[in-house]
């Protein structure tokens, strides 16, 4: 990610060029064989030209017709301040592989220039609507908001990046400085996909003006999808001791596929504290000490699966060696049965796997505090 930050403007531009053409010459190269293969010369022709569409946008299953692994923005790859994860070298081959363009880090609210802030603040107040309601425990209710923004050029009539947020808003009956605190905490997740918005415009542009070039040399209409970000959020446990959420990210960025990430929030609901790996337990090491090495046990236990036949798709060869990254404070959250940790795509295994959700039994998980059982 730092490396596609820091490359050169041009050698970035040259890169995505070659793997523009690559792709336009792969399509052309399947077309014209579907073509010589039909039996009647005819039905191979409607074939090629259906290839030849763009990537269709992101399917609600998560199947993925469209690049990139987010983190989704935040998705995909998260990091603990106590650890620096190792890179990859498999995952990044994939990556490469597919043409698709590392999401932007996301920057935290803290992180963003204070005008750029109160920018997006004020365009969240005035954009987000109310879809539904729903009540979550005695006192306390969720809304969903919605809001979204498609950045464009009108004179061109050309969609560069279109975003779409679902978020929950909490309403306490009896105590709105603790709903204050957690709203402001899922507003700053919000606010730090919206900042990533400009610098996907700039890689939209910059693709659209290659294709644009393309299509000119070749005598060909231009063929484009727009970029996309997209978040949802699920509540995975919501009583009167905690609110746990799990903010679910889609970025289509160019290339093959889309990509999707996993963002765990926890929230004490007696006073509103975002719950970090250092305040479920008697500390982030001792919870680290339990936890990391379930985590281990079951993924060895899905590698042998596979390898008896009884799993479609493996982890990386050398997943134990990233098993350490996996658990960060960005990437757990509580159910009514225990606590579940997402290890997001390429981490550990290929994207054909999807994110690695691990599953922890309140029985087993002696390192949380007892005021956080159910």
């Given amino acids: 990610m730092e490396e596609c930050r820091m490359e050169d403007a041009g050698l970035r531009k040259r890169k995505r060029k070659g793997r523009v053409w690559m792709q336009m010459a792969a399509l052309a190269l399947i077309g014209m064989v579907l073509v010589a293969c039909a039996p009647d010369g005819g039905q191979g022709s409607e074939s090629a030209a259906a290839l030849e569409e763009p990537v269709s946008g992101p399917e609600s299953d998560g199947s993925g017709a469209s690049p990139d692994e987010t983190q989704a923005q935040k998705g995909g790859e998260q990091e603990s301040e106590a650890q620096e994860p190792k890179e990859n070298p498999e995952a990044e081959e994939m990556t490469e592989s597919n043409g698709a363009q590392e999401p932007a880090q996301e920057a935290s609210e803290d992180e963003m220039p204070q005008e750029v802030n109160e920018d997006l603040k004020e365009f969240l107040a005035k954009e987000a609507k109310e879809e539904g309601k729903e009540l979550l425990a005695d006192g306390y209710t969720v809304k969903t908001m919605k809001a979204g923004q498609t950045l464009q050029d009108t004179e061109q009539g050309c969609i560069y990046v279109t975003f779409e947020a679902q978020y929950p808003k909490i309403t306490i009956d009896s105590d709105s400085q603790t709903a204050d605190r957690i709203n402001s905490v899922i507003e700053a997740e919000i606010l730090s996909r919206l900042g990533s918005l400009s610098?996907?415009?700039?890689?939209?542009?910059?693709?659209?003006?290659?294709?644009?070039?393309?299509?000119?040399?070749?005598g060909e209409d231009i063929l484009w999808q727009p970029y996309v970000a997209e978040v949802s959020y699920e509540v995975k446990r919501a009583d009167d001791k905690i609110l746990s959420l799990l903010l679910l990210d889609f970025n289509y960025l160019g290339g093959a596929h889309g990509g999707h990430g996993y963002t765990g929030l926890t929230f004490d609901m007696r006073t509103g504290e975002k719950l970090s790996l250092e305040t479920i337990g008697e500390s982030e090491q001792a919870v680290r000490d339990e936890v990391e090495p379930l985590l281990l046990q079951q993924a060895e236990q899905m590698q042998a699966a596979v390898e008896k036949g009884e799993g479609e798709i493996g982890l990386f060869e050398e997943y134990a060696e990233y098993m350490p990254d996996v658990l960060t404070d960005d990437t757990w959250y509580l159910t009514q049965d225990g606590m579940e940790v997402v290890a997001n795509e390429y981490l550990i295994a290929p994207y054909a796997a999807g994110a690695i959700t691990f599953e922890i039994p309140y029985e087993q998980a002696a390192f949380l505090k007892e005021q956080y059982l159910p």
Avoid: P
Wanted: net charge negative; charged share 55%.
């Fill in 199 to 218: 610098e996907y415009e700039e890689w939209a542009k910059e693709e659209y003006t290659l294709r644009e070039e393309i299509a000119k040399e070749q």
